[in-house]
């Protein structure tokens, strides 16, 4: 384990197995395995420093025909790059350790990430509303000795993500592209022209083999060893029946989605949160994820999380809980207080989870890439001709404030001070409840702008004048710099 990984605690051997049954049930022995490789891969060092992936590979040469205009290593939510990418007239191939196209996530959405499905013309309008299946006149966010502060606007759509991922796929299919299931890419290496990839069944023993492309998108989330994100997000839960339904906090309303809600002090060393969103009559996903510094999650956490979240759902909600499908994952997070994830050579870009672009402290990855989707497909497109063409994908104003916000709820204090982090969510969330809806959405849709942030930040500090100590304890003087410095630019560039 990596020095200052935090091994799963308050798990015991017989949880543990417990979890990993309750699993395989729901979800498959393929389900587990790659439960099982994501937990493996939190041993393994990250970065440009990492040693080489297995196979060695000699870089193409000048002039080298390539196999693939654009290889996608990775057939998650960046699958609906490879529609778009075909249509643009370029060879493209994706391929995964696992089946391409299968959904290890739910996903819930806004306004602006359903319309764009339809305005990247990835779908039809018709094709996108038969992939929502819920609809909410409200969100919730409800902190633990707190209040509870509903706002409107936000996440408000439930999508289906297995018949999204599965109407990609089919969409790839009939343009040419060409599905690799059940393959993982083992190296790499960039030539002048090309970058050839050294690709092999993922099953132990199996022998690479070789392709190349202009273009290589790294879109394997945290897997990717270049994702280099300082915060990640481990995250468990599925899609449940049985759930209560009613009007009481213990209870699921059709009608009502919640964002974000705790139950409990910090235990663990964690501050644990909940999210719930119902979908289909009767079914509804739910979260249970906590912020952490990357450094600070070794293997295993994601089973010692699902044993809690088994244990504990009933803290939760009421009912006779079953879960019909596990989701997970580790989603990266960046603070924008320090370098962001790099890809190793012109002809690798890095998408999704793996550049970690999203809020640092919504983690609504499904949100920005969608919003995204047409601006980094083009992007792609042109890097294939020039490589060195820069990234017309923009970073929201108001990251460079709330990186910081996540970098302090993944540190959170113990001991005598365990309420702490309840409190001050409840109280800034007091504030934006009491700024209006508009500045409250604004904030949970990336929107904010850098003045009303501001306004936020103090508006927070006069209500909990804590939260200076509290802020000086956990982030360093430089990180504490660096987030004043990114408000200030911002700040001068929204003039």
């Known amino acids: 384990m990596r020095a200052g990984a935090v091994s799963p605690q308050a798990a015991s051997a017989r949880e543990l197995d417990a979890a990993r049954g309750r699993v395989r049930e729901a979800g498959g022995e393929a389900l587990l395995a790659r439960l099982e490789h994501l937990d493996a891969a939190r041993a393994a060092p990250l970065g440009p420093s990492a040693p080489p992936q297995g196979a060695a590979v000699r870089a193409p040469d000048r002039g080298a025909a390539a196999d693939h205009d654009v290889v996608i290593a990775g057939g998650g939510l960046s699958l609906l790059l490879a529609p778009l990418l075909a249509s643009a007239g370029l060879r493209v191939a994706v391929l995964d350790r696992a089946r391409i196209g299968a959904a290890h996530r739910e996903w819930n959405a806004g306004t602006a990430e359903v319309d764009a499905l339809s305005a990247s013309g990835l779908f039809a309008r018709d094709e996108v509303e038969r992939l929502v299946v819920a609809r909410y006149t409200e969100g919730l966010c409800r902190w633990h000795g707190g209040g509870t502060y509903p706002v409107r606007g936000v996440l408000d759509h439930a999508i289906d993500a297995g018949a999204l991922l599965a109407a990609a796929r089919a969409r790839a299919e009939a343009l040419g592209v060409a599905l690799l299931d059940g393959h993982a890419l083992v190296g790499h290496a960039e030539g002048p022209d090309a970058v050839g990839l050294a690709v092999a069944e993922a099953r132990p023993g199996a022998a690479p083999r070789a392709l190349s492309a202009r273009i290589l998108v790294d879109?394997?989330?945290?897997?990717?060893?270049?994702?280099?994100?300082?915060?990640?997000?481990?995250?468990?839960?599925?899609?449940?029946?049985?759930?209560?339904?009613?009007?009481?906090?213990?209870?699921?309303?059709?009608?009502?989605?919640?964002?974000?809600?705790?139950?409990?002090?910090?235990?663990?060393?964690?501050?644990?949160?909940?999210?719930?969103?119902?979908?289909?009559?009767?079914?509804?996903?739910?979260?249970?994820?906590y912020y952490a510094r990357s450094g600070?999650?070794?293997?295993?956490?994601?089973?010692?999380?699902?044993?809690?979240?088994?244990?504990?759902?009933?803290?939760?909600?009421?009912?006779?809980?079953?879960?019909?499908?596990?989701?997970?994952?580790?989603?990266?997070?960046?603070?924008?207080?320090?370098?962001?994830?790099?890809?190793?050579?012109?002809?690798?870009?890095?998408?999704?989870?793996?550049?970690?672009?999203?809020?640092?402290?919504?983690?609504?990855?499904?949100?920005?890439?969608?919003?995204e989707l047409a601006a980094t497909a083009a992007d792609l497109a042109r890097a294939v001709h020039d490589p060195g063409a820069p990234s017309a994908a923009h970073d929201a104003p108001v990251h460079s404030g709330t990186g910081a916000l996540a970098a302090l709820m993944a540190r959170p204090a113990g001991g005598a001070r365990a309420g702490e982090m309840n409190a001050l969510l409840n109280t800034a969330f007091a504030v934006l409840h009491a700024m209006g809806n508009d500045a409250y959405a604004a904030l949970l849709r990336d929107e904010m702008q850098p003045a009303d942030f501001v306004r936020f930040l103090r508006e927070t500090a006069a209500r909990r004048p804590e939260v200076y100590r509290e802020v000086v304890s956990a982030l360093p003087l430089r990180a504490i710099g660096r987030w004043g410095a990114g408000l200030a630019r911002e700040l001068y560039r929204a003039r």
Request: aromatic share 10%; glycine share 12%.
């Open 296 to 371: 600070d999650v070794g293997p295993g956490a994601l089973l010692s999380l699902y044993a809690r979240f088994f244990r504990l759902l009933s803290r939760y909600k009421d009912g006779d809980a079953r879960l019909v499908r596990p989701t997970f994952g580790f989603i990266p997070g960046w603070s924008r207080l320090s370098a962001a994830p790099r890809a190793p050579g012109r002809r690798v870009r890095l998408v999704g989870d793996a550049a970690a672009r999203h809020s640092p402290l919504t983690f609504c990855g499904f949100g920005a890439s969608v919003r």
């Open 219 to 289: 879109a394997r989330g945290a897997a990717s060893p270049y994702a280099t994100a300082d915060l990640v997000c481990p995250t468990v839960g599925g899609v449940l029946t049985g759930l209560a339904e009613g009007d009481g906090e213990r209870q699921i309303r059709p009608d009502v989605g919640e964002i974000l809600a705790t139950t409990e002090d910090v235990e663990e060393g964690r501050q644990h949160l909940w999210e719930a969103f119902p979908g289909r009559r009767g079914e509804t996903t739910v979260y249970l994820f």
